[in-house]
Nanobody, 127 residues
């Protein structure tokens, strides 16, 4: 059973940056694809970024974070990072890491594509 553990959340002012980390307990086929989601109270879970952790990583980004967020795998450390820049108060949420053996490219941002989830790390952006 693979486990995912997120860290790096915290409080930041509008326009600031944070770097989240997601450590996987093992390099398993269950973690071929890694993704970051966020969920604010009363809102649906939103897919932010995903990446294939194999030899030719290919990132996917939602329109809402394209150009501001960067997803980067470090297979040597069994970790996937999410660098977040120019954060805004509306982005206050719980940020979660997820993984899957395979995802449909057209549905990479759908939470039902992912089999393993972390507990999340809270990000709070103040104005």
């Amino acid at each position: 059973q693979v486990q995912l553990v997120e860290s790096g959340g915290g409080s930041v002012q509008a326009g600031g940056s944070l770097k989240l980390s997601c450590v996987r307990s093992a390099n398993s086929y269950l973690t071929n694809y890694m993704a970051w989601f966020r969920q604010a109270p009363g809102k649906e879970r939103e897919g932010l970024a995903a990446i294939y952790t194999g030899p030719t990583p290919s990132p996917y980004y939602s329109d809402s974070v394209q150009g501001r967020f960067t997803i980067v795998p470090d297979n040597g450390k069994n970790t996937v990072y999410l660098q977040m820049d120019s954060l805004q108060p509306v982005e206050t949420a719980m940020y979660l890491c997820a993984s899957a053996p395979w995802v449909d490219r057209d549905k990479w941002c759908s939470s039902d594509q992912y089999k393993v989830w972390g507990q999340g790390t809270q990000v709070t952006v103040s104005s």
